[in-house]
Structure formats: structure tokens, C-alpha cells
């Protein structure tokens, strides 16, 4: 990064160390700019394939994940260790990443919503429109919402989205 070393007092990475075809020189270079913190926001990918979405309708999605995710206990090593937080995402979250939609499922079904989560706009929409199908089918008969009735009164969820702290 076009930083000189040391010259952040905190530096973050949200939802993206995934993307980064280096992770060691990725996070490296977080270490090399902070002074003071990192802050990772990231996904445990054992926890999140167990999302209702995945599990249920877009298993095949998961695959795009399965290459590229990256070990909490991984970044907490190349960080130099760092307090791992469980952060739960509210029903009313507007962020758009993966399970920020757990609670308003018709969202998923909405090419832009799809476009601006990464494992979905990756993975093809041939392999995709089956399982939307069968999520459209279940809305409109009431499938999803009884299956579900559960999270319908629930105000947060965790879905293995975590916050990594790294003091340095």
C-alpha cells in the first residue's frame, strides 16, 4: 500500500481478506501501517454454511467459499494474535453482505441484492436459479416463513460473522 510504515494509528479490512490472492503480504502490510490496532472483519465459513440460505437453497454457492475462505485461527496467527468477537447481525441490517438479509428473504431473490454479495455474484446464475426458485416457491406458499418462525421474532443472529482486534 502507498503508506509509509507506521503511519496509521488503526487500519481495517472488512469482508475482503478472502478476495486477496496474498494474504501473508495482505495482512503484513495492515502490521506494517499500524500503529496502534487492526481491526478484521470476517466470516467463520464452518459457521456460515449453515445459513438457511446456503444450507437450504444454494448449497452449490458454497463451493465458491470452500476455495478461498480463510481460518479464523489462521488470521489471528499472521495478526500476531488478536481477540476474536462474535459479532450477530440484526434483522434490519442494510450493510447487503451475505447474511445480512437472514431475516427478509425475499431480499435474496433481487438481482442487485445478489450482485453486491460476492459468493453469489461468483458463482453462476444457471447454478443459482434453481434454489432461488424453489425460495420464491416457498415465500409465496408460506413454506419459508413456517419453517422459519422461529428467526421471525428474533432481533440479531449469529451467522459466524466475527471481529478480529489486534493490538499492536
Known amino acids: 500500500m502507498p503508506l509509509a510504515d507506521d503511519s496509521a494509528d488503526a487500519v481495517m479490512a472488512l469482508l475482503t481478506v478472502h478476495h486477496w490472492s496474498?494474504?501473508?503480504?495482505?495482512?503484513?502490510?495492515?502490521r506494517r501501517i499500524a500503529r496502534q490496532r487492526i481491526v478484521v472483519f470476517t466470516f467463520d465459513h464452518d459457521v456460515s454454511r449453515g445459513f438457511w440460505l446456503l444450507k437450504e437453497y444454494l448449497p452449490e454457492a458454497v463451493a465458491v467459499d470452500d476455495t478461498r475462505a480463510v481460518a479464523v485461527d489462521r488470521l489471528v496467527t499472521l495478526l500476531g494474535g488478536a481477540r476474536v468477537e462474535t459479532v450477530p447481525i440484526p434483522h434490519d441490517c442494510t450493510d447487503g453482505f451475505l447474511a445480512a438479509f437472514w431475516?427478509?428473504?425475499?431480499?435474496?431473490?433481487?438481482?442487485q441484492v445478489r450482485a453486491g454479495i460476492s459468493m453469489l455474484a461468483?458463482?453462476?446464475d444457471e447454478v443459482l436459479q434453481p434454489g432461488l426458485a424453489r425460495l420464491s416457491e416457498d415465500l409465496s406458499c408460506g413454506r419459508w416463513h413456517r419453517r422459519h418462525a422461529d428467526l421471525l421474532d428474533?432481533?440479531?443472529?449469529?451467522?459466524g460473522y466475527q471481529l478480529l482486534v489486534a493490538d499492536l
Not at 496474498?22 to 495492515?30: A, K, P, Q, S, W
Not at 431475516?103 to 438481482?111: Q, S
Open 103 to 111: 431475516r427478509r428473504p425475499e431480499a435474496y431473490l433481487d438481482p
Open 122 to 124: 461468483q458463482t453462476r
Open 22 to 30: 496474498d494474504l501473508e503480504t495482505g495482512i503484513g502490510e495492515l
Open 154 to 159: 428474533r432481533e440479531v443472529l449469529d451467522v
